[in-house]
């Protein structure tokens, strides 16, 4: 098993920053990448970014330039760096762990963290 807890989420203006944190516990950590996704009301849960054991890392075209994922591995903690942020944004975002895809499916899931950017 393992636990994911997000957080850093919270209300920005527009153009702003937030740095959200997912912090792992349980099985080896670095049997997963690691991967963030977001679910605005009313839509799909979309993918956003995922972070390999090595470091390998992706994004999405719709964040790309914007948004940065790393990892600690010593602290267990992967990190969404969020910059110049849109309304657009505006979503729960969630890590997830996957052990074979970066994209996914996961095997385990955080309970989410909720990003509201004000325009």
């Known amino acids: 098993q393992v636990q994911l807890v997000e957080s850093g989420g919270g209300l920005v203006q527009a153009g702003g920053s937030l740095r959200l944190s997912c912090v792992a516990s349980?099985?080896?950590?670095?049997?997963?990448?690691v991967n963030w996704f977001r679910q605005a009301p009313g839509k799909e849960r979309e993918f956003v970014a995922a972070?390999?054991?090595?470091?390998?890392?992706f994004s999405a075209g719709s964040v790309k330039g914007r948004f940065t994922i790393s990892r600690d591995n010593a602290k267990n903690t992967v990190y969404l760096q969020m910059n110049s942020l849109k309304p657009e944004d505006t979503a729960v975002y969630y890590c997830?762990?996957?052990?074979?895809?970066?994209?996914?499916?996961?095997?385990?899931w955080g309970q989410g963290t909720q990003v509201t950017v004000s325009s």
């Open positions: 997830g762990a996957a052990s074979g895809s970066p994209w996914g499916p996961n095997d385990y």
């Open positions: 349980g099985r080896t950590f670095s049997d997963y990448a």
């Open positions: 972070i390999r054991w090595s470091g390998g890392t």
